[in-house]
């Protein structure tokens, strides 16, 4: 081949190369821009969402003052003389949802534990479906198992503590300690899912170094595994919290939903089912109380995201 040749297949080498490198920067730009897109509409949600809650949910706060929506205890949105406190809803989803947290967290975790570290293969393959499945069963569908199932066991109990009592007004099993079973029990999948997925990103060399060190099995697990994972197990709490507090339909059908101090054997009514048991007939200011309500209730949900990011951003700062 002459030096021509040479020179013209050079030339071709190079335009090829060119024309790829332009085409791969033209892709790029476009995922590129797809991706800003996508980024900004989710803002846009967002900031869309918060606007809403807070032009629909203000004029009652002004209206009715805040005083009495957010510190009175006395509900009577439909008297001749209206009253929309709300202090008891309140703590009802605060207390709820902490109980539940405690109650659904620990086992949630160390489910995820049994399944990535200590299952044998073929029973992680059971369990595993299993545990999906939960997260597919629709929330109506825990609240009717609650309602034939743990309401009747809690009113016996009921009965058995008060049988005594003259004061004690008996809410057939739907009280407090209903809802927050069925609360606990439907955080399950997603703590599970995501802290399972957590232990298992872990490097392995980080527990065969622990496990070559000399420590156990379980000493692994607790001492290395669940600290290199905290990020994972936090999202997987995060997203817990957040499903306790916005579940409304399970809970309507388990808690009694009568506005009551939120104490164990007492029928109480969360944030989220104050707004579905009386928004189809509400009108006036007490629908826009009720759009006080769900204010409320996104600014909860709202600090409570922003506190756990808080204390992971600050323990991944001393781990560092």
Request: hydrophobic share 55%; with cysteine; charged share 10%.
């Amino acid at each position: 081949m002459n030096g021509h040749g040479k020179e013209e297949m050079s030339k071709d080498n190079t335009n090829s190369l060119t024309s790829n490198s332009r085409q791969i920067k033209r892709i790029e730009g476009i995922a590129q821009a797809i991706f800003t897109i996508c980024a900004f509409f989710a803002v846009l949600a967002v900031v869309s969402i918060t606007l809403y809650m807070i032009v629909n949910g203000m004029p009652a706060i002004f209206q009715v003052g805040i005083k009495d929506i957010l510190f009175s205890t006395v509900w009577k949105p439909t008297a001749s003389e209206p009253s929309f406190g709300i202090l008891y809803v309140i703590l009802t989803s605060i207390v709820g949802t902490i109980m539940a947290i405690i109650l659904g967290v620990p086992l949630g975790l160390f489910t995820a534990i049994f399944l990535a570290e200590v299952a044998p293969k073929k029973l992680a393959a059971i369990v595993k479906p299993a545990v999906e499945l939960l997260a597919g069963i629709p929330s109506v569908i825990y609240g009717l198992l609650g309602l034939m199932i743990l309401n009747p066991l809690m009113y016996q109990w009921e009965k058995a503590l008060f049988r005594d009592s003259d004061t004690h007004q008996f809410t057939g099993g739907a009280n407090l300690i209903s809802a927050v079973l069925v609360l606990a029990i439907m955080i399950l999948p997603t703590v599970i899912n995501i802290s399972e997925s957590a232990l298992k990103a872990v490097s392995p060399q980080l527990k065969a170094s622990s496990l070559a060190l000399g420590a156990s099995h379980i000493q692994t697990i607790f001492k290395v595994m669940i600290p290199a994972a905290k990020s994972g197990i936090m999202t997987a709490i995060v997203l817990g919290v957040g499903r306790a507090i916005g579940e409304a339909m399970a809970i309507s059908l388990v808690s009694g939903s009568s506005v009551n101090l939120p104490l164990p054997f007492n029928s109480v009514r969360f944030l989220t089912t104050a707004i579905v048991s009386e928004m189809g007939y509400a009108s006036g200011l007490h629908r826009q109380v009720l759009f006080t309500i769900g204010l409320v209730l996104f600014v909860f949900i709202m600090l409570i995201n922003i506190t756990l990011n808080v204390i992971l951003k600050k323990g991944e700062k001393e781990d560092d």
